[in-house]
């Protein structure tokens, strides 16, 4: 599974947990820009936790998408 189709899943699966609104529109910014950093189109069994430090630690992180 792409990585921008996991995101859309999991978004859809908290809109239908009931979760808030303003939960759900903070998870979509910050996987969103997870997903733009890393690359829309990777394979989500290809994200390692090295993947994750860099996003976490890279100060200059911002998505023009």
């Given at each position: 599974?792409?990585?921008?189709?996991?995101?859309?899943?999991?978004?859809?699966?908290?809109?239908a947990a009931?979760?808030?609104?303003?939960?759900?529109?903070a998870?979509q910014?910050?996987?969103?820009?997870?997903?733009?950093?890393?690359?829309?189109?990777?394979?989500?069994?290809?994200?390692t936790?090295?993947?994750?430090?860099a996003?976490?630690?890279?100060?200059?992180?911002?998505?023009?998408a």
């Amino acid at each position: 599974m792409k990585l921008d189709q996991a995101v859309q899943q999991f978004l859809t699966h908290q809109l239908a947990a009931g979760r808030s609104p303003h939960t759900i529109g903070a998870h979509q910014r910050d996987l969103r820009l997870l997903a733009c950093y890393l690359g829309t189109g990777r394979n989500i069994i290809a994200v390692t936790a090295a993947d994750l430090d860099a996003f976490f630690l890279d100060e200059r992180v911002t998505c023009q998408a």
